[in-house]
């Protein structure tokens, strides 16, 4: 069974840094795409940041300039570098990764971590 598991989040003054991990495990193949996305109380869930088996990146424009993602295949992971974060940074972050098959797409989430950044 493939699994997703997030760790490094956690309460940072604003203007302060963290590093998302997500691990995965039971997987035999390598994800297309991996994401992080986020999710504030009483908001939808939006997309943070992608980066593609061909390591091109997207960020959403709120957090452009100041967070990065990347990933190491070799140890299943993908991380988001979180710098100069703000009030309005703070949700639970959960990671995502899909796989391509012939007619399928296919769907993994990790359980989420929170961050947290009082204002």
């Known amino acids: 069974q493939v699994q997703l598991v997030e760790s490094g989040g956690g309460l940072v003054q604003a203007g302060g840094s963290l590093r998302l991990s997500c691990a995965a495990s039971?997987?035999?193949?390598?994800?297309?795409?991996m994401d992080w996305y986020r999710q504030a109380p009483g908001k939808q869930r939006e997309l943070v940041a992608t980066?593609?088996?061909?390591?091109?990146?997207i960020y959403a424009e709120s957090v452009k300039g100041r967070f990065t993602i990347s990933r190491d295949n070799a140890k299943n992971t993908v991380y988001l570098q979180m710098n100069s974060l703000k009030p309005e940074d703070t949700a639970v972050y959960y990671c995502?990764?899909?796989?391509?098959?012939?007619?399928?797409?296919?769907?993994?989430w990790g359980q989420g971590t929170q961050v947290t950044v009082p204002s």
């Open positions: 995502h990764g899909n796989r391509m098959l012939p007619g399928l797409l296919m769907d993994y």
């Open positions: 980066v593609t088996s061909g390591n091109s990146k």
């Open positions: 039971g997987n035999t193949f390598t994800f297309n795409t």
